[in-house]
């Protein structure tokens, strides 16, 4: 690791993480390990499809780095660290502890968090808007399977750069971007999760699912994807000065963007 993996630790308020997928093949857990090891918060929420029984049903995969990012979760709940897990439809097994505690980290279906500057947040999968993204079941189908085929590529296209001393780079975010179809997915997605903030009465809303990660305020609510862990590797940081940061992690790390607080909250 370059600059990311000899920074000095940073401490915020909160962190956002979701789509970790530990147990799939294709999940950057060196890269994952690293930020954790680097990121101190008082809060980490994890939200959604944190580890992958979907993938491990399908076929055993746990090699050391992925033991090691889910115990140094249990780690950071033990110490002090509030660990808050909104399980996904990968993991949604999990969804059965909803209001109680595992080892020391709380679970619940959604949740909503208060933050001092931004106001009521409400923290969710995103999986409850898939029929508003799939026409049908055909349609998920080929998406799952094109899908699995854009990260081997993703995987090899970056094993190439690192030989040439290049940073990561997102095949699948790149596709996305050219794809009018996929925008409009992702259009009609942060639609139903606003939609959603607005009739919790809350100010915000955080999600992940569809793994496109980003922070933005949309007709005045504040919208927050964390994006994973298999192709952005990125996460969200809530710093003490109420900044919030959407940062990518792998060789170097770096912000996609920062948003201050538009208002003090009471």
């Given at each position: 690791m370059t600059s990311a993996a000899?920074?000095?630790?940073?401490?915020?308020?909160?962190?956002?993480?979701?789509?970790?997928?530990?147990?799939?093949?294709?999940?950057?857990?060196?890269?994952?390990?690293?930020?954790?090891?680097?990121?101190?918060?008082?809060?980490?929420?994890?939200?959604?499809?944190?580890?992958?029984?979907?993938?491990l049903n399908r076929r055993w995969y746990w090699p050391a780095a992925h033991q090691q990012v889910f115990q140094l979760l249990v780690d950071k709940a033990r110490s002090g660290t509030r660990v808050i897990y909104v399980p996904g439809n990968h993991d949604a097994t999990m969804r059965r502890f909803d209001g109680g505690l595992v080892d020391k980290i709380e679970v619940h279906r959604e949740?909503?968090?208060?933050?001092?500057?931004h106001g009521k947040l409400l923290l969710i999968h995103g999986d409850e808007f898939d029929r508003q993204l799939c026409a049908s079941r055909f349609d998920a189908w080929l998406g799952d399977n094109a899908y699995d085929l854009v990260l081997l590529?993703?995987?090899v296209w970056n094993a190439g750069r690192r030989l040439f001393g290049l940073p990561y780079q997102s095949v699948a975010r790149t596709l996305k971007q050219c794809s009018s179809k996929a925008e409009s997915a992702m259009q009609r997605f942060r639609t139903a999760a606003l939609q959603r903030a607005t009739n919790a009465h809350v100010a915000g809303v955080v999600?992940?699912?569809?793994?496109?990660?980003?922070?933005?305020?949309?007709?005045?609510?504040?919208?927050?994807?964390?994006?994973?862990?298999?192709e952005n590797c990125t996460a969200v940081l809530e710093h003490r000065d109420g900044r919030l940061e959407l940062c990518h992690y792998s060789e170097v790390e770096r912000p996609l963007s920062r948003l201050v607080p538009q208002q003090t909250v009471a």
């Open positions: 000899t920074s000095t630790n940073r401490y915020c308020r909160a962190i956002w993480l979701s789509d970790l997928h530990l147990g799939e093949k294709h999940c950057r857990a060196d890269y994952l390990l690293s930020f954790l090891k680097q990121h101190h918060s008082d809060f980490l929420f994890l939200v959604g499809d944190v580890i992958d029984m979907q993938a949740y909503i968090y208060d933050s001092p500057s590529l993703n995987r999600c992940g699912h569809i793994h496109h990660p980003e922070l933005q305020y949309l007709q005045g609510q504040l919208y927050i994807n964390t994006g994973d862990w298999v």
